[in-house]
């Protein structure tokens, strides 16, 4: 993975919620463990993953931009199921509630943030800027008709 990449705040916040969300995911009852614990795993999981995928197809602002927002939705996804944890009391411990759900609003307002500040001044990185989208990208272009 690129260094650019573990430096990004949005990408650190997201790693770690990911993992704190997993931990939680195993103490909770056993009627939730196929339930609302695989889905908020997966949905924090998703945040992470989503930012790394973006990051690797920077050089295409729409489809970075495109990551991010999936990287935002699963973020507030996760909101909802630490929301359907508590109302069922699925998740007792309030301490644990407050500490995920204040970590997951603080990354969807950064990455809010980092999203708005992409769609206002992101550039191609120069060394991006002569690279195919795809590894076979240029082989595909010989199949292309010719005007």
């Keep these: 993975m690129e260094a650019a990449l573990k430096n990004l705040e949005v990408?650190?916040?997201?790693?770690?919620?990911?993992?704190?969300?997993?931990?939680?995911?195993?103490t909770l009852p056993m009627t939730e463990r196929f339930e609302e614990a695989s889905q908020i795993r997966r949905s924090s999981k998703?945040?992470?993953?989503?930012?790394?995928?973006?990051?690797?197809?920077?050089?295409?602002?729409?489809?970075?931009?495109?990551?991010?927002?999936?990287?935002l939705g699963s973020s507030d996804e996760s909101q909802e199921h630490l929301l359907l944890l508590r109302d069922t009391r699925s998740l007792a411990d309030v301490a644990i509630f407050e500490s995920l759900m204040a970590g997951c609003e603080e990354l969807s307002k950064k990455l809010f943030r980092f999203i708005q500040a992409v769609e206002r001044q992101y550039e191609t990185p120069n060394y991006m800027k002569g690279l195919p989208l795809h590894p076979f990208e240029s082989t595909l272009d010989a199949f292309e008709p010719k005007s």
């Design 11 to 26: 990408y650190q916040i997201a790693h770690d919620l990911a993992v704190r969300i997993d931990a939680m995911s195993h």
């Design 46 to 71: 998703r945040v992470s993953a989503s930012i790394v995928e973006g990051h690797t197809l920077r050089k295409h602002k729409g489809l970075y931009l495109s990551y991010l927002y999936r990287a």
